[in-house]
């Protein structure tokens, strides 16, 4: 007697791919290290989210951090930059087709230090892109200096102590003009989840600055971009919850107590003050906590603010929703009449 066996079912998302659709090479980064929690939590994300991969664009510079994008969705569009230089080749590309997801991977090297002025700038535009600096306070890559980002007075692995004073990127994100700003730990699972899909919901510029512990260079007694430095001072400033426009959750929010923010797609970010009063709408109370906690060697994590109002670069630039390289030469030259007009006006 002959039994016909079926197959288990294959567990999928709403686009009906499974998880490996998301995945990307096996890491060559070390054991431990903070960035390889980070690619696992965005493989999650997009997965969950159902976000289709041909259409994310991945971008990055130069750093263990960097090399990330290779480590997950594989089936996306990438682009690995020079040293500091991915917000210029980001901008570019997003401005050349609006309707792909962008997401860029840089370390805090790549982004506070040789890469401070290309940040700044993409800081000032709101483009609607991911910015996740993967933030130990070292270049991994390049054997353990100090950072932009090392606070004064870490101590490196030889004994050397850091005199200068930390750049914050929360607060430069603040100050500049990113719309959704959070800070995350790596071992933080289900809090940078909730904050990366909020992120891939949201039309504007996030930066989500990811404390993710350098286990070779920066995770010894003295650090302050450590595991155990962070398990102790890691300061949580609000509780998140995401509802995904897919899923229709109507709960009774109580009064006062949870801000419920509607994002680009119809999906919901849910944020729960812990303790203080905090309003995630003000940049003022913002930066105040990232000041008190920083006085107090506290690290604050959550999300810093969000603004779901201003309008995008491309708002801003009157942009065509249609890829530039589909537009016809009709609409992407200007005719013999407008040329002609040109010359005899600089006659
Ligand atoms: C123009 C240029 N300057 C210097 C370097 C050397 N370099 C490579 S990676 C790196 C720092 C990486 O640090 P970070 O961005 O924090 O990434 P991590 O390795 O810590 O993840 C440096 C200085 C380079 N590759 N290119
Ligand atoms: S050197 Fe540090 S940052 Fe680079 S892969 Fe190893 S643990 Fe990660
Ligand atoms: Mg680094």
Redesign the pocket.
């Known amino acids: 007697m002959s039994t016909t066996l079926t197959p288990p079912l294959k567990k999928v998302n709403r686009i009906a791919f499974e998880v490996l659709s998301y995945k990307g090479a096996k890491t060559t980064l070390c054991a431990g290290c903070g ?1 390889n929690a980070i690619s696992e939590r965005v493989v999650e994300c997009f997965y969950e989210m159902g976000v289709e991969p041909w259409n994310v664009a991945k971008f990055s ?6 090399k990330s994008p290779a480590y997950f969705l594989g089936m996306s569009h990438g682009f690995n930059g ?2 500091g230089r991915m917000p210029s080749i980001a901008t570019g590309a997003m401005l050349a087709n609006r309707t792909v997801l962008g997401i860029g991977v ?5 982004t506070a230090s ?1 890469g401070l002025g290309q940040f700044m700038h993409l800081l000032r535009r709101n483009l609607p892109f991911i910015y996740i600096i ?1 933030d ?1 306070g ?5 054997k353990g200096q100090f ?1 932009a980002t090392a606070d004064l007075g870490s101590k490196l692995k030889t004994g050397v102590i850091n005199d200068l004073p930390p750049f914050d990127c929360c607060a430069l994100a603040l100050r500049c003009g990113a719309t959704l700003v959070a800070r995350s730990f790596s071992g933080d699972k289900k809090q940078l989840q909730t904050i990366l899909k909020a992120a891939i919901a949201h039309q504007g510029l996030s930066v989500i600055d990811v404390i993710s512990p ?1 286990t070779t260079f920066n995770d010894h007694e003295g650090s302050t971009k450590s595991y155990s430095y962070m398990k102790e001072h890691d300061e949580i400033l609000n509780e998140l919850d995401f509802v995904p426009f897919y899923e229709d959750i109507s709960v009774e929010i109580p009064d006062g107590e949870v801000r419920e923010v509607e994002l680009h797609d119809g999906s919901k970010l849910r944020i729960r003050k812990i303790g203080r009063d905090y309003d995630p709408s003000s940049k003022f109370d913002a930066l105040k906590a990232l000041d008190e906690a920083q006085q107090k060697s506290e690290v604050l994590t959550g999300v810093f603010y969000i603004d779901t109002t201003k309008p995008t670069f491309m708002d801003m630039l009157n942009m065509e929703d249609a890829p530039l390289a589909t537009l016809p030469e009709s609409k992407v030259r200007p005719p013999k009449e407008a040329l002609d007009q040109a010359m005899e006006e600089l006659r």
């Open positions: 960035h510079g130069i750093g263990c951090s960097s020079v040293h840089t370390g805090d090297g790549d040789i993967e130990n070292v270049y991994g890559l390049t950072s350098c």
